[in-house]
């Protein structure tokens, strides 16, 4: 009969004991690596957090209420539209010499924005008072006149008085006494005329200057220098 050998049983128990052994060394190896890998990564992240100031206790800047504007802007498109738009011409007839503003010019009320020629308007201006200076002279002599006439009257009714002359002379003194009176009225009159044309050709004058009637921004310019423009 064959027989064959077993091996005994505290054989066993040391292999599997030795086998255990040697895994758990190497469980151990890798576990105190971790630790170490663990231990560098906890050191370097103290490091940065210190370093880069927002480690530690945290920090506070206070300041003061203080009172300030908040400022709203708003973006949009479309067309703007004037509240009050006023188109504004010449009142005259003439060339133009200057024009004060141009587009999206701000203008004041009563600023010059253009000017005509005003050489034939400033000749009218002086003919009409040479005319009111002329008119003035006629009445002085018209009231001289008068006192003329004022005397011839009583010279002529002295002579009837003596029965020098007659009545007829008389009626014909007091006549042109009457005639002298109403030469001073008629002067009055043609001082009036005088005075009004030269206020009219004054006027013209000051209407050579285009002004702005209102306080805005000029939306167009239909003028150029050396244009014609018709009242």
Not at 7 to 15: F, L, N, R, S, V
Not at 21 to 34: C, D, M, S, T
Not at 175 to 203: P, Y
Not at 212 to 217: L, M, Q, R
Request: charged letters at 20%; a negative charge; zero cysteines.
């Amino acid at each position: 009969m064959n027989m064959q050998n077993k091996p005994a049983a505290g054989d066993d128990i040391k292999t599997i004991l030795a086998a255990e052994q040697a895994a758990g060394g190497g469980r151990k190896r890798w576990i105190l690596l971790a630790a170490v890998v663990l231990a560098a990564l906890a050191a370097g992240a103290t490091w940065y957090w210190t370093s880069s100031g927002t480690g530690g206790s945290v920090r506070y800047t206070t300041e003061p209420v203080t009172r300030g504007d908040v400022t709203v802007s708003v973006t949009a498109t479309g067309t703007v539209e004037p509240t009050n738009e006023v188109d504004i011409s010449s009142e005259l007839s003439g060339i133009v010499r200057s024009v004060a503003v141009n587009f999206n010019d701000a203008v004041r009320v009563g600023q010059i924005l253009a000017a005509l020629d005003t050489d034939k308007l400033e000749a009218q201006v002086a003919y009409a008072r040479a005319t009111l200076l002329t008119k003035q002279a006629s009445l002085s002599q018209a009231r001289a006149t008068v006192e003329e006439k004022s005397s011839a009257i009583a010279r002529v009714r002295q002579l009837v008085d003596r029965k020098v002359t007659s009545q007829s002379a008389l009626e014909t003194a007091e006549a042109e006494h009457a005639r002298a009176i109403a030469g001073v009225e008629i002067a009055n009159a043609d001082i009036d005329v005088a005075k009004a044309s030269l206020q009219i050709a004054e006027a013209d004058l000051e209407k050579a200057r285009i002004v702005s009637p209102i306080n805005g921004i000029v939306l167009d310019r239909g003028v150029d220098p050396g244009q014609y423009v018709a009242s």
